[in-house]
Every structure is written in structure tokens, then in C-alpha cells.
Nanobody, 120 residues
Framework: QVQLVEFGGGLVQPGGSLRLSCAASGRIIRANAMGWYRQAPGNQRELVAHITSSGTTTYADSVKGRFTISRDNTKNTVYLQMSSLRPEDTAVYYC??????????????WGQGTQVTVSS
């Protein structure tokens, strides 16, 4: 079992920046993937960014060039640097962890979610 704790959400003005972090603990498999999904009210949960323990990244088209995902394998922590934020980025952001390099399933480990609100 893996536990995830997220930090860094909040309120930011359009064009601003925020950094999310997510620390994993428990039975960590060396070859793994971590990342972020988000869910806005009335919308389905969608992938934001994904990173494997080898450093391969995947981004949603809507965040390419604005968001950067990174990780520190020594701390089992993943980060999401969000810049040029837009009101449509407003959502609850969920961190995940999974063994292997694929995208997560609902049966993998998920964080509790952190609210990001972009508004003037």
C-alpha cells in the first residue's frame, strides 16, 4: 500500500504560478510512475501530466508549454510547476502513484486532492 500527501494548492490570479508537490510513502516499487489528474465541477477527471521513474514525461495538450512535471526519486516526491495559469485550470488536482510506467487506473494509489483556483 502506498500513501500520498499533496501540498501547494490555493488561489492565484490569471497568469500566475503555483507549485504542487506530492510525497509518496509505503511500499514503493523502484520502477513506477507518478503524476497528476484534475477534475473541474461537472467534468470528468483528466490527465494533466505523467512522469516515470526513468524520467519520461507526458502532458495534456492543454498544459504543454505552461506546466512542468518533475520528480525526486530519492524523496519519492513528484512536483507540478504551473505557470501562465488560466481560469480553465481551476480544478481539484489529484496526485497518483502506480507500479510500472503506464497511466494509472482507479485501483492505483491516489492522493486526497488539492484545490487550485485561478481567478481575479
Amino acid at each position: 500500500q502506498v500513501q500520498l500527501v499533496e501540498f501547494g494548492g490555493g488561489l492565484v490570479q490569471p497568469g500566475g504560478s503555483l507549485r504542487l508537490s506530492c510525497a509518496a510513502s509505503g511500499r514503493i516499487i523502484r520502477a513506477n510512475a507518478m503524476g497528476w489528474y484534475r477534475q473541474a465541477p461537472g467534468n470528468q477527471r483528466e490527465l494533466v501530466a505523467h512522469i516515470t521513474s526513468s524520467g519520461t514525461t507526458t502532458y495534456a495538450d492543454s498544459v504543454k508549454g505552461r506546466f512542468t512535471i518533475s520528480r525526486d526519486n530519492t524523496k519519492n516526491t513528484v512536483y507540478l510547476q504551473m505557470s501562465s495559469l488560466r481560469p480553465e485550470d481551476t480544478a481539484v488536482y489529484y496526485c497518483y502513484y502506480r507500479p510500472g510506467f503506464d497511466l494509472p487506473t482507479p485501483f492505483n494509489s491516489w492522493g486526497q486532492g488539492t484545490q487550485v483556483t485561478v481567478s481575479s
